[in-house]
């Protein structure tokens, strides 16, 4: 089965209900239809692109709903580029700011400007990526120079979009920063593994010359899955969507970027698995590689007990690849009561019923924590990623009346929301450079080294295994 900020918190609330409860106001809200916004119990669940854009837009007696401010703007994307999106915001705003003027009242127009920079604020703390189209940045700097406008008394606009300008650009700078770092550093190498009956020097070291702790090293992959996860952003997980959507034609420059730190962390998954595949693979005695196999699976419980399924999905899928699985002699030697209860939770039918219940378990325990231990969830992001990509395929983005059926986003919103609060915990575990350094560089085993380590172990049994073996051979003979 291979496969950020406070803000978050702060904008959706604990539970991102969909609620439409303005602070400030209100544009169109209560029950049923109200221009071309339809509510249902108090909550938006579809309009028009034009109206949705309007109720974003705060007036001088309305203020969106903060989870509205953020449901949009995350899932308006599918639809329109955000420069797009800025430059319509920035329209509607000097509409309004005209109708102000005739009314020559300073102090309604001066309000209105303040909620148009608080507005802005929230999109750039939220999502800062989007400001790195220059379209968009060009936009965002007309919509403040025109609010600045009616500030001349004591610039309190001009010095709130100031300080927003330069959070905006250092938060730019950090991401630019650790993208550069990204593509230098190289993926663990690939060894080229054992060629035929040459064996590994017995004195190579192994990862239980590293660390033969079970919790320290669960620790130490919890410390390397926070770090990965948190490159993830909102925009990022929404990329699922409009990237697999046929219909999505305006990608900006930044999608690629966004797209690579989803790929970046699915191949740690990728590289993890393969890693305790060659550890198992490469051991030349059976007796050590039983102890490979019941280290690598108490270290998966313990990734279990922290809330850590990805690393535990990750190890279980390296111990059922076939080179591994295939090892019968040395798994009958295993104790496999402990490996049969991981299986148990990670069991796929039912829709991984029984895994869902412990990340249900594991969310609730965060939810009432006391301690940075208690909080730490991290999902398989795999089944996470296929969830959301399940809730965009079942519900259609537009209802028969062409309107974006918005009850979609609410729920599309709640998911993302609750994965980005798992990213926020920091690791209450001590980092240690020299485990971490093995299990980023250690060298990894391609498929094929696996089956030839895996047959040199153990021999073929069948006429399957046999011409697999047979075609292993002759194909490293002939490249030798």
Not at 447 to 463: D, K, M, T
């Amino acid at each position: 089965m291979p496969q950020t900020s406070v803000v978050f918190s702060s904008i959706l609330g604990p539970s991102c209900s969909g609620q439409v409860q303005p602070s400030m106001g209100e544009r169109g809200g209560g029950a049923g239809s109200s221009g071309d916004l339809i509510f249902q119990d108090g909550r938006l669940i579809s309009g028009s692109l034009e109206a949705l854009m309007e109720h974003l837009v705060p007036t001088v007696d309305y203020y969106p709903d903060r989870t509205y401010i953020f449901t949009f703007l995350l899932s308006s994307r599918v639809f329109v580029p955000p420069h797009d999106l800025l430059a319509r915001v920035g329209q509607i705003c000097l509409e309004q700011r005209q109708q102000l003027e005739a009314g020559s009242d300073k102090a309604r127009l001066k309000s209105f400007s303040a909620k148009i920079v608080q507005l802005l604020k929230e999109w750039t703390e939220a999502f800062p990526y989007d400001f790195q189209d220059e379209k968009a940045m060009a936009e965002l700097k007309a919509i403040t120079h025109r609010v600045t406008q009616c500030d001349e008394e004591n610039g309190t606009v001009k010095k709130a979009i100031a300080q927003m300008t330069q959070s905006l650009l250092l938060s730019l700078a950090a991401r630019s920063q650790l993208q550069e770092l990204r593509e230098k550093l190289r993926s663990p190498a690939m060894d080229k593994g054992p060629i035929l009956k040459a064996k590994p020097p017995a004195a190579q070291k192994d990862i239980l010359g590293v660390c033969c702790d079970p919790l320290v090293l669960a620790q130490q992959l919890t410390h390397i899955e926070l770090e990965r996860v948190s490159s993830i952003h909102p925009e990022d997980l929404m990329q699922i969507i409009s990237h697999m959507d046929s219909r999505d034609k305006h990608r900006c420059r930044g999608d690629l970027i966004k797209t690579y730190s989803l790929e970046a962390y699915d191949n740690w998954f990728n590289c993890l698995s393969m890693l305790v595949a060659t550890e198992v693979c490469r051991v030349v005695k059976k007796k050590h590689r039983t102890r490979m196999l019941e280290f690598f699976i108490d270290v998966a419980r313990e990734c279990f007990n922290i809330g850590n399924f990805n690393s535990m999905m990750a190890i279980i899928s390296g111990m059922n690849l076939s080179p591994v699985a295939r090892l019968k002699k040395t798994w009958s030697k295993v104790k496999t009561a402990k490996f049969d209860v991981l299986e148990h939770h990670m069991d796929p039918s039912s829709n991984f019923c029984n895994y869902r219940t412990a990340l249900q378990g594991a969310t609730q325990r965060s939810q009432m924590a006391n301690s940075s231990r208690e909080k730490i969830v991290i999902p398989v992001f795999n089944l996470f990623v296929k969830d959301i990509y399940f809730l965009h395929k079942i519900h259609t983005n537009h209802l028969p009346n062409g309107h974006i059926n918005f009850k979609k986003f609410w729920d599309i919103s709640r998911q993302i929301h609750e994965f980005m609060t798992w990213t926020q915990v920091e690791c209450p575990f001590e980092k240690d450079k020299k485990i971490q350094s093995y299990l980023l560089t250690a060298p990894i085993y391609s498929e094929e080294a696996l089956f030839i380590a895996s047959f040199e172990s153990e021999g073929p049994e069948n006429h399957m295994e046999k011409d697999s073996w047979k075609t292993l051979r002759t194909t490293l003979l002939n490249r030798a």
